[in-house]
C-alpha cells in the first residue's frame, strides 16, 4: 500500500509532506502491492496507544471475560487506538490473577481488534487516603512476590504499576518490579517530594494520571508533581477530557514537561461509548451524565473519564496544544512506557503499518490502517 498527499507525522519535524508505504505489516520504503491510498486532506499520524483504560462500550477489564475484553479491543481499533494496555482495579489478588490469565489467554488467541500490548495494574498497592474512585477493602501493601505472581498469570503481560511510594517496603517493591520488566507509575498517593524523589531515584519512571489522586503542585510543597518534573526521566500522564484537567493547566504541563514527557490517557470506564446511567465499577457504582463520571452518591469525586483517547487527543488541539504533540503523547510516549517503541508508535520504516487518516478539518478519522490492513475506510 502507498498512502500519497497526505500530511505524515514525525517525530523529529511535525508534519511533512511525504508517501507512507506497506509491504505487508510493516512499513516499508515502497509498496510492496500496488494498492494506492489518497491521503488528501489528511493527516496521517500513528495509531495511538492507550497505557491506562478500564473499559469502554459496557465492559470492563476487570469483569476478565473474554467476550468483554475482545469488544473492548474491537471499540478501541474503531477510534484509532491500534495498541492497547488495559487497567485493572484494587481488587483482590484471586480477581486479579483472573484478570491477568484473561489477557494471557486473548494474546495467545492472537484476536482481533486493537493488540493487547500489556496491562497496567492500577491497584492494589495505593493508599487509602487517595484511593479516589478504588475500593478501599482490596487495598494492599507493595508486595513484591504478589506482583510477580502476577506477572506470571499474565505471562509477561504487565507493563505498568501504579504505587503510592508512602507505602511501607515501596522502594523493594520498585526494585522488584524492575527486575520482573514492570514499570512502575506513582498515583493514588499522598507521598511529599522527597518521598516521591526517592521512588523516582529507585527505578519509578511514571505518573499516574498527573494532579489527579495525589497532593496539589504548590510552591513550598511541589509533591510528586515537582518530583516527577525534575527526574527527566519520568514521564507523566495526563487525562486530557475536558473533566479532569483545566485547559491552563494542560497548556502548563506540555510546556514545563516537554511534549517528550507526557502521555495522554483516557482512563475511560465501561460507560465511554454509552448513554447516560449508572454503571457498575470495581465493585462500586458510577453515575455517568454527558461527559463526566462519578462515584454514585459522591458527585464531588470523578470515577474516570468517559471519553476516547482519540477524543483526548481532539480536546488536547482544542486547547491549545500543537497537533505534533498531541499525537506524540498519545503514540510515541506511551509505547516508549510500556517497551513497544521500536515497533510501535511513530511512522519509521521498518516498523508495524498502523496508522490513522484524519481529516484537517475536525480531525474526524477518514481511515485506519493497522499491521498494513486497511480495517475502516
Known sequence: MRVINGQVFDLEQGFVERDVCTDGTLLSAASGDGETLDAAGCYVIPGLVDVHFHGCVGEDFSDATPDGLQ???????????????????????????????????????????????????????????KKGAQNGAFLHDPDGDMLHRLQEAANGLVKLVTLA????????????ARADGVNVSLGHTTADYETASAAYEAGARQATHLFNAMPPF????????????????????????????????VRAVFRLFGPE?????????????????????????????????????????????????????????????????????????PAQSIGIDQRAGSLDTGKEASFVLLDKTDLSIRSIVFKGALVQD
Open 71 to 129: 469488544r473492548m479491543a474491537d471499540f478501541e481499533l474503531s477510534q484509532g487506538v491500534t495498541y492497547i494496555c488495559p487497567a485493572g482495579m484494587t481488587l483482590p489478588e484471586d480477581q486479579l490473577t483472573a484478570i491477568c490469565k484473561n489477557a494471557a489467554a486473548h494474546r495467545a488467541a492472537a484476536s482481533h481488534g486493537a493488540e493487547l500490548a500489556g496491562l497496567h495494574l492500577e491497584g492494589p498497592f495505593l493508599c487509602m487516603a
Open 165 to 176: 511510594p508512602e507505602q511501607p517496603g515501596s522502594l523493594e517493591f520498585i526494585r522488584a
Open 218 to 249: 504548590t510552591h513550598r510543597e511541589p509533591g510528586v508533581v515537582g518530583a516527577a518534573f525534575d527526574h527527566p526521566e519520568v514521564r507523566a500522564e495526563l487525562i486530557c477530557d475536558g473533566i479532569h484537567i483545566h485547559p491552563s493547566v
Open 261 to 333: 514527557r507526557v502521555i495522554l490517557i483516557s482512563d475511560s470506564l465501561r460507560a465511554t461509548g454509552m448513554p447516560d446511567g449508572v454503571y457498575p465499577f470495581g465493585g462500586q457504582e458510577i453515575e455517568v451524565h454527558g461527559n463526566r463520571a462519578t462515584m454514585l452518591g459522591h458527585p464531588e469525586t470523578l470515577a474516570g473519564s468517559v471519553t476516547s483517547l482519540m477524543g483526548c487527543l481532539r480536546q488536547a488541539v482544542s486547547f491549545g496544544i500543537p497537533l505534533a504533540d498531541a499525537v506524540r503523547a498519545a503514540s510515541f510516549n
